[in-house]
T-cell receptor, first 113, second 113 residues
Framework: GDSVTQMEGPVTLSEEAFLTINCTYTATGYPSLFWYVQYPGEGLQLLLKATKADDKGSNKGFEATYRKETTSFHLEKGSVQVSDSAVYFC????????????FGQGTTLQVKP | DTAVSQTPKYLVTQMGNDKSIKCEQN?????MYWYKQDSKKFLKIMFSYNNKELIINETVPNRFSPKSPDKAHLNLHINSLELGDSAVYFCASSKPGLAYEQYFGPGTRLTVT
């Protein structure tokens, strides 16, 4: 079945460092890909999305490019802030058009001042 | 203005009890979801309702029963609670045609002792 694999966390960075969180997927067909973020004590929020190959999703300085050839959707940010500390989830949509999202295991990011 | 709200935020109960978690959204969305997040932050969909009709029902024990009195509400009733039911339960909703862009509530932390 479809699945999403993210790099193990926690990831600890200093403020203004470059961030990469790796995400790879296995899916039949052409899913849409998403990054959701969960701040401490809150629910998940959609961060960015890409619906087809070579699309780049971006929001709040974060970017991810849908790479069909490597089945990847890595999240990047050029300069992280303490306020970016959160859990980041990569997800894909299944083909049923029911809204079913398949999530990776989440990667915790901690940014230190 | 709370978009997706859940009550209660915390729920501590004993094994064998029956409990309910309520969810309401004021976004005018027509699809609502229940997710379970375990202690390792792994997130898995349980149920989805579209306009009060059940459309996703993952392999969830029969002790879990969702109820949607109208499209703004989706409640989760759990019978005969077990230790393994301890988790954070998230409600989410989405608008027509954008089922994968989901808005999450703040979560209900259920602890079964």
């Amino acid at each position: 079945g479809d699945s999403v694999t993210q790099m193990e966390g926690p990831v600890t960075l200093s403020e203004e460092a470059f961030l990469t969180i790796n995400c790879t997927y296995t899916a039949t067909g052409y899913p849409s890909l998403f990054w959701y973020v969960q701040y401490p004590g809150e629910g998940l929020q959609l961060l960015l999305k890409a619906t087809k190959a070579d699309d780049k999703g971006s929001n709040k300085g974060f970017e991810a490019t849908y790479r069909k050839e490597t089945t990847s959707f890595h999240l990047e940010k050029g300069s992280v802030q303490v306020s970016d500390s959160a859990v980041y989830f990569c997800a894909l949509s299944d083909q049923s058009n029911t809204g079913k999202l398949i999530f990776g295991q989440g990667t915790t990011l901690q940014v230190k001042p | 203005d709370t978009a997706v709200s859940q009550t209660p935020k915390y729920l501590v109960t004993q094994m064998g009890n029956d409990k309910s978690i309520k969810c309401e959204q004021n976004l005018g969305h027509d699809t609502m979801y229940w997710y379970k997040q375990d202690s390792k932050k792994f997130l898995k969909i349980m149920f989805s309702y579209n306009n009060k009709e059940l459309i996703i029902n993952e392999t969830v024990p029969n002790r879990f029963s969702p109820k949607s009195p109208d499209k703004a509400h989706l409640n989760l009733h759990i019978n005969s609670l077990e230790l393994g039911d301890s988790a954070v339960y998230f409600c989410a909703s989405s608008k027509p045609g954008l089922a994968y862009e989901q808005y999450f509530g703040p979560g209900t932390r259920l602890t079964v002792t």
